[in-house]
């Protein structure tokens, strides 16, 4: 068998220099066909002369130098030099100018080519190892469905079937077992594809790869590497910096490899291999005492607890809105499809609690059975130390567990404000008295300010107001074991500078983010949409009351002249005016402590009627359009 030694340089001497060094301590190279691409720039140059002076230098053996006239790039320089060496022999061995081969790395190469030259389904042998947990058997090679382009070959068969043909991963993804092999060796081709064909990279290797998978080929690695790639060292063009390849290198002394007369693909193997560019999915095998779930979305969020989800669940399918075909070997199926099949449970896989939200009423609506419905949330403890559990309930709201309480949310707005309450506690306060506390909460919204205030032994009683409909009837549904208590007292008002009736526009999809301000509120609703959180649809025009600030305070003040008076404010713009109204009405400094979350227009106005009244005060600004304020009395 001819077989062709071949290198490909450009602009790298020092790195070229020590590839050339470990060819030569290989006594079975005789002739070298080296390819060195054209200049691409001006500041190139010193470096590819010195490079082109390296290769000329070579007198160790005999030599067949191309230089480009042109600047080929990558891809084009090793598919048309690979298949120019092909003209003359039957297989060849392929290095870069950063693969520094061992001394018996030909050897080992030529090896393989003879051995597994007639089983067709060997497309690549490799000299590298990858750098996976694989415990070493009684022979020194091993089978994978990775091709390896570092210190690699093939025969002149199987090149025969390279192309870029960019449909091959549609095709590949289209078939239930091409998609196993896919996911198991090659996870990231799909984005290495689309890189490459939007000119983000300049591979080669990514189709001879999706060529190997859609063929169920197998590729050759040693268990220890007799290839060093130096290149990880920031000096090339298309690699950065890093050691995560570094693997364990054979000594160079062996002559005599130990191959399998039949080479496959052990499963021990492709589950090592799943942490680096595979998938615990398509490795894993059904367990029979597991439960067989679907999981909903094929996202960053499902591949990042991949091995987890395998662990737990028997993964028997996918569920996605927009992505099509199988993945690792199990069919991806529109929503609509879900209820003709059989499952144990459907795990949500979605980051956006919004989506997580919408997800959890399509199934409702086609039928599944809020029980078999699980979120990632849930599962992965992203919240734990914080939120107790998260449930989701019969109308596809999400239930809330805090310590002594809970809170139900049917939107992420609502959700981000009720983690805000429990575990920023932005209403946490202190006051160094004996004194018990009544607290007036404006904007209590779902009431879940109002639940975390009763979680406080020193709070007596709490007066909650909330003007929008719908949001009240939900405040009331979360504070239902307290209504009759004594303990609490809400209303169906806004606070402001007036008594007056209003027409204000309301969505369910942002309660907390509402004004009974007409201008904040259309201001906030533009936001709400640009983040994608509300539908047009659900617009809605309200006619809401709102109350004299001091007339309603002023009763409480009276009531309590012993007690602690504790003012929140989180009414989305009102804070201006209920400010201003109660300072000019001389009462403001009736309030033992304030706190409120000020919006657009600054906290300047607030803080110069805080200290008219005796305020002092400390803040914390989330940005240029909000933050909050909380003051005491000096």
Request: hydrophobic content about 35%; some cysteine.
């Amino acid at each position: 068998m001819d077989i062709g030694i071949v290198v490909f340089a450009y602009n790298r001497s020092r790195h070229l220099g020590k590839v050339l060094e470990g060819l030569r301590e290989n006594r079975e190279v005789s002739k070298l066909y080296i390819f060195q691409d054209g200049l691409k720039c001006e500041e190139h140059q010193n470096e590819w002369e010195m490079t082109r002076q390296v290769i000329e230098d070579i007198d160790w053996c005999e030599t067949a130098y191309q230089l480009s006239h042109k600047n080929k790039g990558l891809a084009c320089s090793i598919v048309d030099g690979i298949s120019a060496v092909f003209a003359e022999n039957d297989a060849v061995i392929v290095l870069e100018d950063d693969c520094v081969p061992t001394a018996n790395f030909v050897n080992f190469m030529v090896q393989c080519f003879e051995k597994y030259q007639n089983d067709k389904r060997v497309y690549s042998v490799s000299g590298y190892s990858w750098p996976i947990d694989l415990p070493e058997d009684e022979y020194d090679v091993y089978g994978c469905g990775r091709v390896s382009s570092w210190g690699w070959g093939t025969w002149k068969d199987r090149w025969k079937q390279y192309s870029t043909d960019s449909g091959i991963l549609n095709r590949i993804k289209r078939d239930k077992k091409k998609s196993q092999y896919l996911a198991a060796w090659g996870n990231d081709c799909e984005q290495m594809l689309l890189d490459s064909v939007a000119g983000k990279n300049d591979s080669w290797a990514i189709y001879w790869e999706l060529i190997v998978i859609e063929n169920g080929g197998i590729c050759i690695n040693p268990y220890q590497s007799l290839i060093h790639n130096i290149g990880m060292d920031g000096t090339g063009v298309h690699c950065g910096k890093t050691d995560k390849y570094e693997a364990e290198q054979d000594s160079g002394m062996r002559t005599n490899f130990n191959l399998p007369n039949v080479l496959n693909i052990l499963h021990a193997t492709e589950y090592a291999f799943a942490d680096l560019y595979g998938s615990y999915t398509a490795s894993s095998t059904k367990d029979a005492s597991k439960e067989n779930v679907f999981v909903y979305g094929l996202g960053k969020f499902f591949y990042q607890h991949e091995r987890e989800l395998n662990e737990r669940y028997n993964i028997t399918a996918f569920v996605d809105r927009w992505k099509e075909g199988w993945y690792a070997g199990r069919k991806i199926l529109k929503p609509n499809n879900v209820k003709d099949c059989a499952y144990d449970k459907i795990i949500i896989m979605v980051q956006s609690m919004q989506e997580c939200i919408k997800i959890i009423r399509e199934m409702l609506c086609i039928g599944i059975k809020h029980e078999s419905i699980l979120l990632g949330y849930t599962l992965f403890e992203m919240y734990s130390g914080v939120i107790d559990g998260i449930d989701i309930t019969q109308d596809g709201s999400i239930l809330l567990r805090f310590r002594n309480t809970s809170v139900t949310v049917r939107s992420e707005d609502e959700f981000n404000n009720v983690y805000e309450v429990f575990a920023g506690q932005v209403y946490d306060y202190f006051i160094n008295n004996v004194k018990r506390d009544i607290v007036i909460d404006v904007g209590m919204n779902i009431g879940d300010s109002m639940l975390y205030f009763l979680e406080k032994k020193n709070v007596e009683k709490i007066y909650g107001y909330e003007p929008f409909a719908k949001t009240f009837v939900r405040a009331k549904e979360n504070l239902r074991k307290y209504l009759g208590t004594g303990r609490i007292q809400i209303f169906q008002q806004g606070i402001s500078n007036e008594n007056a009736e209003r027409s204000i526009s309301f969505n369910v999809d942002m309660t907390c983010g509402q004004s009974t301000l007409v201008d904040v509120r259309q201001y906030a609703y533009c936001r709400y949409k640009e983040w994608g959180l509300v539908q047009e649809k659900c617009e809605q025009v309200e006619q809401i009351e709102v109350r004299r600030a001091s007339e309603v305070f002023a009763p409480i003040l009276k009531a309590y002249p012993y007690h602690n008076i504790i003012l929140k404010l989180d009414c989305e713009g009102e804070e201006y005016n209920i400010v201003e109204e109660l300072f000019q009405s001389g009462i403001l400094d009736k309030f033992s402590f304030i706190m409120l979350e000020w919006h657009y227009k600054g906290k300047d106005i607030i803080l110069d009627y805080l200290e008219k009244a005796g305020f002092s005060w400390w803040c914390n600004d989330r940005n240029a359009e909000t933050g909050l304020v909380y003051a005491y009395q000096k």
